[in-house]
């Protein structure tokens, strides 16, 4: 097949499976613009592949499959997202219970020069460099 | 652009042995997707070659021959009439098709636009004119 054919059978399992493979994507993701996205992903991927490894027996399934991968890493790392987001949240609170009274406690340490507060960090001169 | 899908025969289908129920059904989901998609534009299924005949014209004779005939493999079974943006969209329609062991051709349809200047305007108007009366018959 010419690099003509394979983009106009692209064209063409596009054409037909699309509507299908946004629909299942949506059921997945819960949201049609994600299911959009994904889809047009996938659809890039096929562009990518197939002109060197051909056009997949079972195009439809190939659509399907892979942007399912993508659906489920895309759900993955919402969720990793929103577990780091929420553990950030844990450590400062603890490491900072009222803001104001731990920027004076900083400030403090600051001018005594004893600084273990992380948000002070790096206003600690490197010891190296001494 | 149009193809015809021409479903060749095989030994069952010259045998008169009808589909069973489990092809009936593929078959009729296929084609409802294919009239869902808009591609459909006419499809049915030919009987045996041994209820056929043919009219051979040759030097202004005309003869006819009752069938059955005997190369299977090119008779007719069955056909389609598709609508679709290109061949490879035919093909991949009919990727698509529940068959098992069958041969299957698409023969792209001849538009007006194909026949160029040998189609004139007046016979154009004609065509026209015929196939709009075609459509009022149905």
Do not use: Y
Request: glycine share 6%.
């Amino acid at each position: 097949m010419t690099a003509a054919d394979i983009h106009r059978t692209i064209d063409a399992v596009w054409r037909i499976e699309s509507a299908r493979l946004i629909a299942g994507l949506t059921r997945i993701v819960r949201d049609v613009g994600l299911a959009e996205d994904l889809a047009q992903d996938t659809l890039v991927a096929a562009l990518e592949k197939w002109p060197e490894a051909g056009v997949p027996d079972n195009p439809g399934a190939w659509l399907m499959a892979t942007a399912k991968n993508r659906a489920i890493d895309t759900l993955r790392k919402a969720a990793l997202h929103e577990r780091k987001h929420e553990e950030i949240g844990r450590d400062v609170e603890s490491v900072e219970p009222d803001p104001v009274t731990a920027l004076d406690d900083d400030i403090g340490d600051i001018s005594s020069g004893s600084c273990s507060s992380p948000a002070i960090r790096c206003c600690r001169p490197r010891r190296a460099l001494r | 652009m149009r193809f015809m899908v021409l479903v060749k025969a095989n030994k069952d289908s010259e045998a008169g042995v009808l589909p069973d129920e489990k092809i009936l059904t593929a078959m009729g989901k296929f084609n409802e997707e294919l009239v869902k998609a808009g591609v459909m534009l006419a499809g049915e299924g030919l009987q045996a070659s041994s209820k056929g005949s043919r009219v051979q014209f040759s030097g202004g004779k005309k003869t006819v021959i009752d069938g059955p005939f005997a190369e299977t493999k090119e008779l007719v079974a069955g056909f389609w009439l598709w609508q679709v943006k290109s061949k490879e969209e035919a093909i991949e329609w009919l990727k698509r098709a529940p068959f098992e062991d069958t041969e299957v051709e698409l023969r792209q349809v001849f538009e007006m636009e194909d026949f160029g200047a040998n189609l004139t305007p007046e016979l154009r108007e004609q065509e026209e004119r015929t196939r709009a009366q075609a459509a009022a018959r149905k």
